[in-house]
């Protein structure tokens, strides 16, 4: 069983940036992806931000040139930078991992951008 735990999350005004970060109970350079997804108020979930094995990414057309995934050296850390954030970023952010067949989920992470 992978356990991803989150951290990072919170209140920011528009313009400000944050960092989320998952870590994972294994080493992540085993996975074939890693990524980011958000879900906010009556809407779906929907995918962020990705990283292949061979650390490949891709970013929602919503905010490439603004969030940056990264892995850590610690290799079992996931990263989520974002900046220039939005009011149309609130949602609550998710970690996800996938190896094989099998996807894990984190809890999630409450990011509300406001004024």
């Known amino acids: 069983q992978v356990q991803l735990v989150e951290s990072g999350g919170g209140l920011v005004q528009p313009g400000g940036s944050l960092r989320l970060s998952c870590a994972a109970s294994v080493r992540i350079f085993s996975a074939n992806t890693m990524g980011w997804y958000r879900q906010a108020p009556g809407k779906q979930r929907e995918l962020v931000a990705m990283?292949?094995?061979?650390?490949?990414?891709n970013y929602a057309e919503s905010v490439k040139g603004r969030f940056t995934i990264s892995r850590g050296n610690a290799k079992n850390t996931v990263y989520l930078q974002m900046n220039n954030l939005k009011p149309d970023d609130t949602a609550v952010y998710y970690c996800n991992a996938a190896f094989g067949t099998a996807e894990y989920w984190g809890q999630g992470n409450q990011v509300t951008v406001s004024s």
């Open positions: 990283i292949t094995r061979d650390g490949t990414t």
